[in-house]
T-cell receptor, first 113, second 112 residues
């Protein structure tokens, strides 16, 4: 079956703009998590959605938000972009049971200039 | 709270030699442990996981790891590495929902 699909793969935005990233999970998976990966901070958990509800949230400012649709597709939005938001954003989908394997997409590389 | 420490940021090793990538975790509750691999410009791929049962876990590509509760460790091993094993390796723990805490990663370089 198809894997996790993230679009777009690459983005360049200007400081102050906003951006929306998309993630389509594996068919049948209702849990979608988002992570930010940077050289300095490594992989950091942003939030997790399950059946359209945010189930867990990491320690990121309110400029980072997300949502999940009824078909389990998820979007992540970052408003008022800062240079430090430049990162690889990874989406992971999981089955219904907790602590099962997370399947990762290839990520969206966001560059803020 | 949970945290993961990967003790080695870079590990160079000759082809066909054995390798061990170290991972220690801290948690006040039971955890589930994972090793992921990341190739350049790619997402993460699961190598192996420990949920319960046998403390020796075998994964893909010939990797294995041993869960040691008393030492709070989950070291990854491979008896003979190949050039294609060159990648970044991440240890992770999880105990609530599908929220994973990752280590800072170990860059494995296999030298021909």
């Amino acid at each position: 079956k198809a894997g996790v699909t993230q679009t777009p793969r690459y983005l360049i935005k200007t400081r102050g703009q906003q951006v929306t990233l998309s993630c389509s999970p594996i068919s049948g998976h209702r849990s979608v998590s988002w992570y930010q990966q940077t050289p300095g901070q490594g992989l950091q958990f942003l939030f997790e959605y399950f059946s359209e509800t945010q189930r867990n949230k990491g320690n990121f400012p309110g400029r980072f938000s997300g949502r999940q649709f009824s078909n389990s597709r998820s979007e992540m939005n970052v408003s008022t972009l800062e240079l430090g938001d430049s990162a690889l954003y990874l989406c992971a989908s999981s089955g219904d049971r907790v602590n099962t394997e997370a399947f990762f997409g290839q990520g969206t590389r966001l560059t803020v200039v | 709270a949970q945290s993961v420490t990967q003790l080695d940021s870079q590990v160079p090793v000759f082809e066909e030699a054995p390798v061990e990538l170290r991972c220690n975790y801290s948690s006040s509750v039971s955890v589930y442990l994972f090793w992921y691999v990341q190739y350049p410009n790619q997402g993460l791929q699961l190598l192996l996981k420990y949920l319960s049962g046998s403390t020796l876990v075998k994964g893909i590509n010939g990797f294995e790891a041993e869960f040691n509760k008393s030492q709070t460790s989950f070291h990854l091993r491979k008896p003979s590495v190949h050039i294609s094993d060159t990648a970044e390796y991440f240890c992770a723990v999880s105990n609530t929902g599908n929220q994973f805490y990752f280590g800072t990663g170990t860059s494995l370089t296999v030298i021909p």
